[in-house]
């Protein structure tokens, strides 16, 4: 058997056979057991970390790949533009950024375009431009992958000015402010409530100057025949002709308006009419329509248009107690001759279809004369 050889902590060596009998040697054996033991845990603990380091490494190395920022430069002089690419790996859940951009705001996005696919890849392109020089940092940027938030490395961008060459280019002195005429958009933004004026200038336009007016004749046409005759009596009045010694105009207006009332308001000729014809015409219609015309009332209206006759073409020169007696004739002819509408309206078609005949006899001077 082989004798074991133990490293004392003094540098001793010591040697023993047939096992381990006394005291040094069992405390060695016992140190030697321990420290095989601890050995064994610091391999596994470094076996651990190795694996746990590659692992993380994986990951980081297949998120990198899936994330990929492209820009054809990252320096340009004024007014030129940048050409910003975001390439994701195609899969679902994509979510692109709303693009964040300097904290001095001096970068500008010209145009974002929708988000493309180009063979395995999402890509989505942002135009950039700036018109202040400077260095501008592009913060990193927030990338959605399914359930997994990815950021982007942060982009430096150098904008320089535009180089002038003064001995080759010359100086001209600065124009003056350019102002642009107005167009009907300008005025129809700052002047739009004269738009809203302008069909009610127009209605107004129309209504007083351009539309056909009714003419008086179409005015009396719409007063009932009634309240015509009634206002044009009282206007009659207010004239004071027989009082002026006009009476033989007086009795002509008189007589007028009870004809054109009696004409309008029972459809028969009775301005072309004489005073027998008239009240001939009268008596009949009496008779055939079963209006209730008084008696006194025709005898009324005849006493009133014999006077006028006699006033008219015998030179007749009546007192002035006669002359109110026949206005008030007038009065109450107009009442005793006053229909209901629908009565009127009957009476007219049975006009129509049978006329009533008039007299040949035509002349009020042989009616006159045939009175007397």
């Avoid at 023993?16 to 405390?27: F, P, R």
């Avoid at 129809?188 to 004026?197: D, G, H, I, P």
């Avoid at 200038?201 to 351009?210: D, E, K, Q, S």
């Avoid at 308001?265 to 219609?285: C, D, G, H, R």
């Amino acid at each position: 058997m082989d004798i074991p050889i133990f490293r004392l902590p003094k540098g001793k060596r010591l040697e023993k056979q047939d096992g381990y009998k006394d005291l040094v040697s069992l405390e060695l054996k016992i140190m030697n057991k321990t420290n095989n033991i601890s050995h064994k845990n610091t391999i596994k603990r470094c076996v651990h970390s190795v694996y746990f380091c590659v692992i993380t490494f994986l990951f980081t190395l297949n998120t990198t790949a899936q994330v990929t920022v492209q820009t054809d430069t990252t320096k340009i002089r004024i007014g030129e533009q940048i050409q910003l690419k975001y390439l994701v790996d195609k899969q679902e859940g994509v979510a692109f950024p709303k693009l964040q951009l300097d904290s001095l705001q001096k970068m500008e996005v010209v145009k974002s375009l929708p988000v493309d696919t180009i063979k395995d890849k999402l890509v989505k392109k942002y135009v950039l431009t700036s018109f202040d020089s400077g260095r501008y940092e592009l913060p990193k940027q927030l990338i959605r992958l399914k359930n997994k938030q990815y950021y982007t490395k942060p982009i430096i961008f150098d904008v320089s000015t535009v180089q002038v060459d003064t001995t080759k280019q010359k100086l001209f002195p600065i124009k003056a402010i350019q102002h642009q005429e107005l167009n009907l958009k300008d005025y129809a933004k700052n002047y739009w409530w004269l738009l809203a004026l302008i069909p009610i200038l127009g209605f107004a336009i129309w209504w007083f100057f351009i539309r056909k007016k009714p003419t008086e004749e179409e005015k009396i046409a719409k007063i009932p025949p009634f309240e015509l005759a009634v206002k044009q009596l009282n206007e009659l009045d207010k004239k004071l002709l027989w009082q002026n010694n006009k009476t033989k105009a007086y009795y002509s207006e008189l007589t007028d308006i009870l004809r054109v009332y009696i004409e309008k308001e029972f459809k028969v000729p009775a301005l072309e009419s004489t005073t027998s014809e008239l009240i001939n015409v009268l008596k009949k219609f009496k008779n055939e329509s079963g209006l209730d015309i008084s008696s006194k009332t025709i005898i009324k209206l005849k006493d009133l248009l014999k006077e006028a006759d006699l006033v008219k073409f015998a030179k007749s020169k009546p007192f002035a107690e006669e002359i109110q007696m026949h206005r008030r004739y007038a009065d109450e002819i107009l009442d005793g001759l006053k229909v209901e509408e629908e009565i009127v309206v009957e009476q007219e078609n049975e006009t129509e279809e049978n006329p009533i005949p008039l007299n040949e006899n035509k002349n009020p001077e042989n009616e006159v004369e045939n009175d007397k």
